[in-house]
């Protein structure tokens, strides 16, 4: 089983910048992507960036060029990035992991959740 711990939220001035981290623990079983998702109140979750164990990655239009999102080689641990903030940038944000387990069944965890607020 893998577990999450998200740290990196917080209060910012827009235009500001924040780095988010998530770092799995425990069992370690195949590990085919990484990614942070965020929702802000009265909206649904949505995906904000991933990266694949190949390195290639992806992110939302709102987002790109202003949030990068990376891991460590081995995936233990996913950052993002943020720039260039901006107050639509406001909500609890999710790190989430796929993979793999040791008998090939596909898994999902989800972190707890770290909140940023983007406020003057």
């Known amino acids: 089983q893998v577990q999450l711990v998200e740290s990196g939220g917080g209060l910012v001035q827009p235009g500001g910048s924040l780095r988010l981290s998530c770092a799995a623990s425990?069992?370690?079983?195949?590990?085919?992507?990484m990614a942070w998702y965020r929702q802000a109140p009265g909206k649904e979750r949505e995906l904000v960036a991933r990266i694949f164990s190949s390195g290639r990655t992806n992110a939302a239009d709102s987002v790109k060029g202003r949030f990068t999102i990376s891991s460590d080689n081995d995936m233990s641990t996913v950052y993002l990035q943020m720039s260039s903030l901006k107050p639509e940038d406001a909500a609890v944000y999710y790190c989430?992991?796929?993979?793999?387990?040791?008998?090939?069944?596909?898994?999902?965890?989800w972190g707890q959740g770290t909140l940023v607020t983007v406020s003057s």
């Open positions: 425990g069992s370690r079983p195949r590990i085919n992507s």
């Open positions: 989430n992991v796929q993979g793999l387990t040791a008998t090939f069944k596909n898994f999902e965890v």
